[in-house]
């Protein structure tokens, strides 16, 4: 595809030399009449033909370089990029999971030990980790809060004087490195470069004044999301909440095509004028345009129809921009290879002095880091015909939810600091809620626009949950970003089914029958672990069975029996009880006709299994 295939003129050396040669002969047919290569006058044709063929590749070039799908320069498959959405990546870090320990003291209570969380630990977010043998640096991307109790393993250590406890936290290869941009005075749309190897992306930008600027993906957009701190986060545990900020100092920064980053501000010089938060009214909505003529035919911008112009201000003081550089090939590590971590960074948030604690002072040593897993996806940034195909892509989507399966993409990204959804069902609407009728509505009675997405949320166990109203506002206001204008999402609730499992098998000769029913219940474990199930997805009983026949020692399956779990209360289990036979049809057991999904909520005690003798 990016094959020179672009010939504007379609002409060659050869075809201009038998133009040049039929014209001499048309308007000059007694002046001259020798042709031969050996000629003067054939040089000075050859001579002519070789400059246009010369002119016509360069014009042919230049034709080519103007089309995504047959560009070669890197730096012009940049700039088509950009102007169609895609941002090429000059490095790709690599991922993976950490585990973290403590030491933690235990107090002993009429005989019975618990964990002293005066001496817990925070990790903060961005703490350095290195790869033993690598050199490889990676950063924690959330912080590590050991206050918390969710999520955390504990066993007791040391002769009951302490507790080991473990979180888990994901780490991506990258060094945060810092360069100072001076200016002077404001000039309009300033443009400074940051020169480094494999940057990844800004982490921020700050002024000499204190003022965070903000990078936004054009300057004419005047808004970000910004999180600011539930109150609610004990009850509903949405750390924070979602909200879209109006920022004036704001900033795009792009690649050039030698890796080079690429800052530019804004043009605003006055803060009396430039991107105030002001109501759309008939006086100021024409803001910026020639005083007292109107017409029909403005061309208002959806991001900002005050026509300020000036997109953000300008600097005028020094900017201090912190970025992460890191990823490419040699990011990828081995398991047990991030050993080592900065424990400077290690805070205790209950401990008056942690410098002069000598317990605090040990703890802090206990610290300890390792990946269980390697860290891989680390590799060099975008070649040519992958900038190609993303930005072909990027031009496609423009960064709009069209399909049902795009907006169940975009909801499962929301960020988990804004809450995390765990299962996502989207179908087109089929009746307005202000109908509460049992018929099926008419056509005349639905709304063709109106989507409805089911979720539901992981509680601190990793059980699902019904999604609080604070995790729903969060994803109203993301989904709302990339929303199609005609569209209308409605936020429901989806159901969870808890199931129970109840099987008799026989064991071949020569196997332990406890070590086979333990490795029975483990399949089924693995088979119903619940993030390979998604709402509405049928139990198909003989892939269960299956499951039970490829372990080691079973001969076969006396009864295999499905049982609903629920609890009015909603406390253990779903409120909401299933008729689990009245739902199997052809050997497969149904989800109901809302939305719903099956869930082995208590995968050690939910499921039975017993050897029997025939």
Request: glycine residues 6%.
């Amino acid at each position: 595809m990016a094959d020179n295939s672009i010939s504007y003129l379609n002409k060659t050396f050869g075809d201009f030399k038998a133009s040049l040669i039929n014209y001499a002969k048309t308007y000059f047919p007694t002046t001259y009449n020798d042709f031969s290569d050996a000629s003067p006058g054939g040089m000075f044709i050859e001579m002519a033909s070789y400059v246009g063929d010369v002119m016509s590749f360069y014009l042919d070039t230049q034709v080519q370089e103007n089309f995504l799908l047959y560009a070669k320069e890197k730096e012009n498959l940049y700039a088509l990029s950009y102007m169609l959405g895609y941002r090429p990546k000059t490095s790709y870090a690599s991922i993976t999971t950490v585990d973290i320990f403590q030491l933690i003291p235990a107090t002993n209570i009429a005989g019975v030990s618990s964990i002293n969380y005066t001496y817990a630990t925070i990790i903060p977010e961005n703490t350095v980790l290195t790869a033993d043998g690598f050199g490889t640096k990676f950063l924690t991307v959330e912080k590590v809060d050991f206050n918390d109790p969710a999520n955390t393993e504990v066993t007791l250590y040391s002769n009951q004087n302490y507790f080991l406890l473990k979180k888990q936290v994901k780490v991506i290869s990258a060094e945060i490195k810092s360069t100072t941009i001076n200016f002077s005075t404001p000039q309009k749309f300033s443009i400074s470069n940051i020169s480094d190897t494999n940057i990844l992306q800004i982490l921020d930008a700050t002024d000499s004044q204190g003022n965070s600027w903000y990078e936004v993906p054009y300057l004419a957009q005047a808004t970000i999301f910004d999180k600011i701190a539930n109150p609610s986060f004990g009850t509903d545990g949405v750390p924070y909440l979602l909200q879209l900020k109006r920022v004036p100092r704001r900033y795009v920064s792009r690649f050039l095509s030698d890796g080079t980053l690429q800052l530019e501000f804004g043009a605003g010089i006055s803060t009396n004028k430039t991107d105030q938060v002001i109501l759309p009214t008939p006086d100021n909505i024409q803001l910026g345009l020639v005083p007292g003529i109107s017409s029909l035919y403005n061309n208002f911008n959806k991001t900002s129809v005050f026509y300020t112009q000036e997109y953000g201000l300008a600097p005028s003081s020094n900017i201090v921009v912190r970025y992460l550089v890191g990823g490419g090939l040699t990011a990828n590590t081995n398991a047990n290879t991030i050993n080592t971590i900065d424990q400077t960074q290690v805070a205790f948030p209950n401990v008056v002095a942690p410098l002069s604690d000598p317990i605090a002072v040990y703890i802090r040593t206990t610290v300890a880091v390792t990946n269980s897993t390697p860290a891989v996806g680390g590799r060099n940034g975008d070649q040519v015909e992958e900038i190609r195909n993303n930005a072909l892509n990027a031009y496609q989507s423009q960064l709009r939810a069209v399909t049902r399966e795009d907006y169940m993409v975009r909801a499962l990204s929301l960020p988990s600091l804004y809450g995390s959804i765990a299962k996502v069902y989207v179908t087109q609407d089929v009746a307005r809620e202000e109908l509460q009728t049992s018929t099926v509505a008419t056509i005349e009675e639905r709304n063709p626009l109106s989507l409805d997405m089911y979720i539901l949320s992981y509680d601190s166990s990793k059980k699902l949950n019904t999604a609080s109203t604070t995790l729903k506002n969060n994803l109203i206001t993301y989904i709302d970003q990339f929303r199609m204008v005609t569209d209308a999402i409605n936020i429901k609730d989806a159901f969870y089914i808890n199931i129970g499992i109840n099987f008799d098998i026989t064991v071949k000769s020569g196997f332990n029958n406890n070590t086979v029913i333990m490795n029975c219940i483990s399949a089924l474990q693995d088979h119903f672990n619940i993030e390979k199930w998604n709402v509405n997805q049928p139990i198909v009983i003989s892939d269960v069975q299956s499951q039970l026949l490829q372990v080691s020692g079973v001969q076969s399956i006396i009864k295999l029996e499905f049982t609903n779990k629920f609890d009015s209360t909603g406390t253990t289990y779903s409120q909401y009880g299933y008729d689990i036979a009245g739902a199997t049809r052809n050997r497969n057991i149904y989800p109901s006709l809302d939305p719903s999904i099956f869930e082995l909520r208590y995968p050690n005690t939910d499921i039975q299994g017993r050897v029997v003798f025939v």
